[in-house]
């Protein structure tokens, strides 16, 4: 009778051994889907989109730094984390560090291939919606905003880039720009501060610089772009002949910390 119970008694501790090593590996275990990658330019292909760790200025950093880039393949959730937290940065001496980002399309760079066949395509044949939800949890001086990118040739380089359009979805103490060339439009049905800079001299060369500011911009809706293309072909900071690049968004970060996910990102 005693070996009999010591018997069982070895079996249920192997049991409840087994049972509690398998709840503690599911609760550690990170999400099926989820990748997270935190090297400098490492990138996440989800479908027709790279998410990306844009990290072209970050040597100006004065402390250390951590940044990381996340995609979730099974929900399609993207975005970034930061800890910037040691850089000192004020109001108006702040220095952006990187753009963590998502692409769509061909990044105008060497090293780049587009992510789709929509993409590039001339500017006067362009029809895209952009449907978007961001959820941002973040402190110190940032922006979330597109950088889309336009060329005078349909195999794009550095070179032949020919106006940039920012659209801000969010900032926090990155003032907007200051100006006595500044506008006011009405875009969509949204009021916008508006700043062109048509002799904005970057590294890549002379391009136009376009910014829009949008007035209590919601954190999800839709974007008709062709909206924001038709005012800016208005004022001459576009050209019909020029090629539509690629559509991106990210943060523009100098310091603080936080999260920033789009839940939903999808040009259409």
Not at 6 to 34: N, R, W, Y
Not at 133 to 145: F, H, M, R, S, V
Not at 217 to 223: D, K, M, S, W, Y
């Amino acid at each position: 009778m005693k070996r009999k119970l010591s018997l069982l008694f070895i079996i249920l501790e192997c049991f409840f051994s087994a049972l509690f090593l398998a709840v503690s590996l599911c609760g550690c275990a990170t999400p099926k889907g989820l990748i997270e990658k935190s090297g400098e330019w490492d990138r996440i292909t989800y479908g027709e989109y790279i998410v990306e760790n844009c990290t072209w200025n970050v040597s100006a950093a004065q402390s250390k730094w951590q940044e990381t880039i996340f995609c979730d393949t099974l929900i399609g959730s993207r975005g970034w984390k930061w800890d910037f937290s040691g850089e000192k940065d004020e109001l108006n001496t702040y220095v952006v560090k990187t753009y963590p980002e998502i692409i769509f399309g061909r990044k105008p760079f060497d090293n780049y291939r587009s992510t789709t066949t929509r993409l590039p395509i001339e500017l006067a044949s362009a029809k895209f919606q952009l449907e978007y939800e961001c959820e941002t949890n973040a402190n110190g001086i940032y922006n979330t905003t597109t950088d889309i990118s336009f060329t005078d040739s349909k195999n794009p380089s550095p070179t032949n880039i020919r106006a940039k359009l920012m659209i801000w979805f969010d900032h926090r103490n990155m003032p907007f720009f200051e100006s006595k060339a500044m506008k006011r439009a009405v875009i969509g049905g949204r009021r916008h501060e508006v700043f062109i800079d048509t002799e904005h001299v970057g590294p890549e060369g002379k391009w136009i610089f376009i910014a829009l500011l949008p007035e209590n911009f919601p954190n999800r809706g839709e974007l008709n772009l062709n909206e924001y293309f038709n005012y800016a072909l208005s004022e001459g900071a576009l050209k019909p002949e020029w090629f539509l690049s690629s559509i991106e968004v990210g943060s523009e970060i100098a310091s603080g910390k936080g999260e920033i996910t789009f839940k939903r990102f999808d040009v259409h």
